[in-house]
């Protein structure tokens, strides 16, 4: 819930920060961010089982809105 929240701010920022150059090097970083959060879900619902369910709920909700934020800074 943490990074959702950070990414919803970021997503947020889109007007202010698509002013700087810096809009091209943030989509790469949440994309390399994306692969980071698939990694250690993967590693948790294979390590933990029983929290497979929880888990896999859970990097779903992630993967919506980080998907949501590499779109709105891939424009």
Known sequence: MVHQ????TVIG???L???TPFTQPIA???R???GGVDTLAF???DTVPTCAQ???QNKNSLDMTLQE????YSQ
């Open 13 to 15: 920022k889109r007007g």
């Open 69 to 72: 934020a590499e779109d709105t």
């Open 54 to 56: 929880d888990a896999t």
């Open 43 to 45: 590693g948790i619902i």
């Open 32 to 34: 390399a961010l994306e």
């Open 17 to 19: 920060l698509s002013l």
């Open 28 to 30: 790469h970083v949440l």
């Open 5 to 8: 929240e950070l990414l919803n």
